[in-house]
């Protein structure tokens, strides 16, 4: 069974503004999520897109132990960041972004425009299959 939901539509991000989605959505039972990311017919040059996951746990500030990051040993032991930043010469209209599910919680999406130029009609989707 696939899943599918709409974070944001048709949004604008100004110069240098940011915006936080907080889904705050169980995503214990995928193995990896892939999330679209991109304006109608226009580019996202200069868009930053940080995703953060989350195990809840009371007593905390946010209600979760957060992670953006994960080191992965079978492959390297290098941190990989579920962060990615546009350039601000793109032209192309969008992206997508898969990323492996480390917690149970879905905590937040975090977009940034880094460009010079406020960026129209971004969306976000998030997708998955079942493990």
């Known amino acids: 069974m696939a899943f599918k939901k709409v974070l944001m539509q048709n949004k604008t991000i100004p110069v240098g503004g940011e915006k936080r989605l907080m889904p705050g959505l169980d995503v214990s039972k995928w193995d990896r999520l892939h999330f679209h990311i991109g304006a109608d017919a226009r580019s996202v040059a200069g868009l930053n897109v940080r995703i953060l996951f989350g195990t809840p746990l009371k ?3 946010c209600g979760a132990l957060l992670a953006d990051s994960t080191v ?6 290098s941190e990989r960041e579920f962060s990615h930043a546009v350039p601000t ?5 969008g992206f997508v972004m898969s990323v ?4 149970p919680l879905l905590y937040d999406v975090i977009l940034k425009n880094n460009g ?3 960026l129209k009609t971004i969306s976000v989707t998030v997708m998955a299959q079942e493990i």
Do not use: F, L, M, Q
């Open 100 to 103: 492996p599910v480390i917690a």
């Open 59 to 61: 007593g905390t500030h």
């Open 89 to 93: 010469n793109y032209n192309g209209t």
């Open 72 to 77: 992965w040993y079978e492959d390297s032991v």
């Open 116 to 118: 010079s130029a406020e």
